[in-house]
């Protein structure tokens, strides 16, 4: 097999699918529902993955769309809506919109995508004058529970910053601590990914993880322990480490993968989704409260997962 090391021979922490998201459940139980704006569910995916996070006691969710669309979806569903305040707009970008006002007027603390495209929840979200901005760069957080890897796995960012530079890099590291914090890790361990584990010029992502471990250093990220960069091998497996020569807290024992750009964290996610079954969470975090950021094609358990670690995170701003 010469250098190539293979999956089952690497640190076996396999654990049945779904572990992960059970633990981060319990420690739900003793929270509160979480006051929640559920943007434009008007299609049985969004809709019946708001209520299955009311039937868990996750989330208070406030409907937010056009009222017949939503009532006609819950009919055609059997779903049942009769203790659900249902905002009424005429569109998606109004739906956003309405959302994001009802969280800046106090009657939520979190918000849930429903049936409408990324980029208009977002640009409600963003707005300079009525949006959901704090002096921190918003960032998407996967929270993966991948069965072969024996803790959360959290991936960033994915979803928002496309080629981000070292200070929106270090707020993305930032959110991403804070995030491990809610789940109840006080000392998340960062892997800043690259290619190479080793500083090259010609790879402008290793620059910037040495950069970004030398910020922690000086306090300018703070509650997590950096390194980097690592490649994607060497952060996961202490095998693939030590056959490195990297002596590293982080190295084969990470908490947090960081990726250099939105594509290669995209694609790292989504291979272990589809090839390696790991079941996921997608939140944004840098918002004045946290937002369950889920795809069009997740199913209900990755809304649900969704709404535990938004659950958590809210919990978490409040102390």
Same mark, same amino acid.
Request: hydrophobic share 45%.
């Given at each position: 097999?010469?250098?190539?090391?293979?999956?089952?021979?690497?640190?076996?922490?396999n654990?049945? *699918?779904?572990?992960?998201f059970?633990?981060?459940?319990?420690?739900?139980?003793?929270?509160?529902?979480?006051p929640?704006?559920?943007v434009?569910?008007?299609?049985?995916?969004?809709?019946?993955?708001?209520?299955?996070?009311r039937?868990?006691?996750l989330?208070?969710?406030?409907?937010?769309g056009?009222?017949?669309?939503?009532?006609?979806v819950?009919?055609?569903t059997?779903?049942?809506i009769?203790?659900?305040?249902?905002?009424?707009?005429?569109?998606?970008?109004a739906? *956003?919109?309405?959302?994001?006002?009802?969280?800046?007027?106090?009657?939520?603390a979190?918000?849930?995508?429903g049936?409408?495209?990324?980029?208009?929840?977002?640009?409600?979200?963003?707005d300079?004058?009525?949006?959901?901005?704090?002096?921190r760069?918003?960032?998407?957080?996967?929270?993966?529970?991948?069965?072969?890897? /024996?803790?959360?796995?959290?991936?960033?960012?994915?979803?928002?910053?496309?080629?981000?530079?070292? *200070?929106?890099?270090?707020?993305i590291?930032?959110?991403?601590i804070?995030?491990?914090?809610?789940?109840g890790?006080?000392?998340?361990?960062v892997?800043?990914?690259?290619?190479?584990?080793?500083?090259?010029p010609?790879?402008?992502?290793?620059i910037?993880?040495?950069?970004l471990?030398?910020?922690?250093?000086?306090?300018?990220?703070?509650?997590?322990i950096?390194?980097?960069?690592? *490649?994607?091998?060497n952060?996961?497996?202490?095998?693939?480490?030590?056959a490195?020569?990297?002596?590293?807290?982080?190295?084969?024992?990470?908490?947090i993968?960081?990726a250099?750009?939105?594509?290669a964290?995209?694609?790292?996610?989504?291979q272990?989704?589809?090839?390696?079954?790991?079941?996921?969470?997608?939140v944004?975090?840098?918002?004045?409260?946290?937002?369950?950021?889920?795809?069009? /094609?997740?199913d209900e358990k990755s809304?649900?997962a969704?709404?535990?670690?938004?659950?958590?995170?809210?919990?978490?701003?409040?102390?």
């Amino acid at each position: 097999m010469g250098d190539i090391i293979l999956f089952e021979e690497q640190d076996n922490h396999n654990h049945a *699918a779904g572990r992960v998201f059970e633990k981060l459940e319990a420690q739900t139980k003793d929270l509160p529902p979480t006051p929640t704006t559920v943007v434009h569910p008007c299609d049985e995916a969004s809709l019946k993955g708001a209520l299955l996070a009311r039937d868990k006691d996750l989330i208070a969710p406030i409907l937010v769309g056009p009222e017949e669309r939503i009532r006609t979806v819950a009919s055609e569903t059997g779903a049942d809506i009769s203790d659900c305040q249902i905002i009424d707009t005429p569109h998606s970008h109004a739906s *956003a919109e309405k959302a994001v006002e009802l969280i800046r007027a106090g009657r939520a603390a979190a918000l849930m995508k429903g049936a409408l495209h990324t980029d208009e929840v977002m640009a409600a979200i963003v707005d300079k004058t009525h949006g959901l901005r704090t002096e921190r760069r918003m960032s998407h957080v996967f929270v993966l529970d991948v069965p072969r890897y /024996a803790k959360p796995l959290l991936i960033t960012d994915a979803a928002i910053n496309i080629d981000p530079d070292l *200070a929106v890099l270090a707020d993305i590291v930032q959110n991403s601590i804070d995030l491990s914090h809610s789940m109840g890790n006080e000392a998340p361990k960062v892997a800043i990914l690259s290619a190479v584990e080793t500083v090259n010029p010609k790879l402008p992502s290793t620059i910037e993880a040495a950069a970004l471990c030398k910020m922690a250093d000086r306090g300018q990220i703070k509650g997590g322990i950096l390194d980097g960069p690592l *490649a994607f091998d060497n952060a996961i497996s202490k095998r693939a480490a030590a056959a490195k020569g990297i002596v590293s807290e982080v190295a084969g024992d990470a908490d947090i993968l960081v990726a250099p750009d939105l594509e290669a964290g995209n694609m790292m996610a989504k291979q272990l989704m589809y090839l390696a079954g790991a079941e996921s969470a997608g939140v944004v975090i840098g918002a004045r409260v946290p937002v369950m950021l889920t795809s069009r /094609a997740d199913d209900e358990k990755s809304r649900l997962a969704s709404a535990m670690v938004a659950s958590l995170y809210a919990a978490w701003q409040m102390t």
